[in-house]
């Protein structure tokens, strides 16, 4: 999920191991290590000079469950070196610091295992992506209440029943609505196949993901062997069936069996994607799982991005869509949102 959401959770981690014992200090250490994860981003920027290579790296090894274990190992043993000195000294054990870092290391990846975007959770063993699609990235029904909590706690002294009290009310009331998530997406999948029933389409597959800020406007995507079924569905609308179809051809501009990089990519947006020719010598790729731009040229997604040849590979910049765009999809999916 979004970095505030996994300083927010590390934190919380780091409160329950060590908020006992260091108080306030126990939060910081805790959102350090909520954060470690995501740096990932600034580390595959400096491994590859790849582009794709480089987003690929993003929720992959560091986001791992071995990684969890090899880093609560090598940051507890760090950091209680470092701490564990002068008036200090005896305040805390190795074992805490370890503790400290596995919990605040592991819920983030275990977090991210619940949105879209998913996480190579038993990296390197296989690159499998586990995506349970009931949240988006970034939700502030989840978020919020928890982060109040949290910074209530902090007036409190650390050997207060209150801050106890707090803790597991921040994480016991996000906890219950990472569960509303849960039921509401198996839901919504239900519906999708009622929909997709109705209209007689013949698919393979679906998927389904909440669209952003939110849980109630619902966008699914259908897989037909020549197209794709793309379509909304919104918690308040009158019927209770997706609605707002578009039929998306299958478009290739590219062969996937002339480039790794294109195979990497489809893998990347499990299989949902389209490439149309761009420009010279450049493509826009589009990873279908996200919601569409609407433009007069062809439509693009909201993750999309141009592809260019380098050498014998690919290689990709940011997709810069026109003026207004993002804007004009935030507006269409906060009026779709509201029903039809």
């Given at each position: 999920?979004?970095?505030?959401?996994?300083?927010?959770?590390?934190?919380?981690?780091?409160?329950?191991?060590?908020?006992?014992?260091?108080?306030?200090?126990?939060?910081?250490?805790?959102?350090?290590?909520?954060?470690?994860?995501?740096?990932?981003?600034?580390?595959?920027?400096?491994?590859?000079?790849?582009?794709?290579?480089?987003?690929?790296?993003?929720?992959?090894?560091?986001?791992?469950?071995?990684?969890?274990?090899?880093?609560?190992?090598?940051?507890?043993?760090?950091?209680?070196?470092?701490?564990?000195?002068?008036?200090?000294?005896?305040?805390?054990?190795?074992?805490?610091?370890?503790?400290?870092?596995?919990?605040?290391?592991?819920?983030?990846?275990?977090?991210?295992?619940?949105?879209?975007?998913?996480?190579?959770?038993?990296?390197?063993?296989?690159?499998?992506?586990?995506?349970?699609?009931?949240?988006?990235?970034?939700?502030?029904?989840?978020?919020?209440?928890?982060?109040?909590?949290?910074?209530?706690?902090?007036?409190?002294?650390?050997?207060?029943?209150?801050?106890?009290?707090?803790?597991?009310?921040?994480?016991?009331?996000?906890?219950?609505?990472?569960?509303?998530?849960?039921?509401?997406?198996?839901?919504?999948?239900?519906?999708?196949?009622?929909?997709?029933?109705?209209?007689?389409?013949?698919?393979?597959?679906?998927?389904?993901?909440?669209?952003?800020?939110?849980?109630?406007?619902?966008?699914?995507?259908?897989?037909?062997?020549?197209?794709?079924?793309?379509?909304?569905?919104?918690?308040?609308?009158?019927?209770?069936?997706?609605?707002?179809?578009?039929?998306?051809?299958?478009?290739?501009?590219?062969?996937?069996?002339?480039?790794?990089?294109?195979?990497?990519?489809?893998?990347?947006?499990?299989?949902?994607?389209?490439?149309?020719?761009?420009?010279?010598?450049?493509?826009?790729?589009?990873?279908?799982r996200y919601p569409l731009l609407k433009n007069d040229d062809e439509p693009s997604s909201v993750f999309g991005f141009v592809l260019f040849k380098d050498e014998h590979r690919l290689n990709m910049r940011p997709f810069k869509p026109k003026t207004g765009d993002f804007s004009n999809v935030i507006a269409m999916l906060w009026?779709?949102?509201k029903g039809v």
């Amino acid at each position: 999920m979004d970095s505030i959401t996994q300083i927010v959770l590390g934190a919380a981690c780091g409160e329950a191991v060590l908020g006992k014992k260091i108080g306030n200090k126990a939060l910081l250490f805790g959102a350090i290590g909520g954060t470690i994860p995501d740096l990932d981003v600034f580390i595959g920027g400096f491994l590859f000079n790849n582009e794709i290579d480089a987003m690929l790296f993003h929720r992959g090894f560091m986001h791992s469950i071995l990684f969890s274990v090899l880093g609560a190992f090598l940051f507890g043993w760090l950091v209680h070196k470092m701490y564990d000195s002068g008036k200090r000294q005896g305040s805390t054990t190795m074992r805490n610091w370890i503790s400290l870092f596995f919990w605040s290391l592991f819920t983030h990846p275990v977090l991210d295992c619940f949105t879209p975007y998913g996480t190579q959770l038993f990296a390197p063993f296989t690159n499998y992506r586990v995506a349970f699609n009931n949240i988006a990235v970034a939700d502030p029904m989840y978020t919020v209440p928890f982060l109040i909590c949290v910074i209530i706690l902090m007036f409190y002294g650390r050997n207060t029943n209150r801050r106890g009290q707090w803790l597991k009310f921040g994480i016991g009331i996000s906890s219950a609505y990472m569960l509303f998530t849960i039921g509401n997406k198996l839901y919504v999948d239900s519906i999708f196949k009622d929909s997709l029933n109705e209209k007689n389409v013949k698919y393979s597959r679906f998927s389904l993901q909440p669209s952003i800020l939110n849980n109630i406007l619902w966008y699914g995507i259908a897989e037909t062997d020549a197209s794709y079924f793309v379509g909304y569905y919104s918690l308040l609308d009158t019927e209770n069936r997706f609605s707002g179809w578009e039929e998306l051809p299958k478009k290739r501009a590219i062969d996937d069996n002339e480039y790794k990089d294109l195979k990497d990519l489809a893998w990347f947006s499990n299989g949902y994607f389209s490439v149309y020719e761009y420009d010279d010598d450049t493509y826009l790729y589009n990873d279908l799982r996200y919601p569409l731009l609407k433009n007069d040229d062809e439509p693009s997604s909201v993750f999309g991005f141009v592809l260019f040849k380098d050498e014998h590979r690919l290689n990709m910049r940011p997709f810069k869509p026109k003026t207004g765009d993002f804007s004009n999809v935030i507006a269409m999916l906060w009026k779709r949102l509201k029903g039809v």
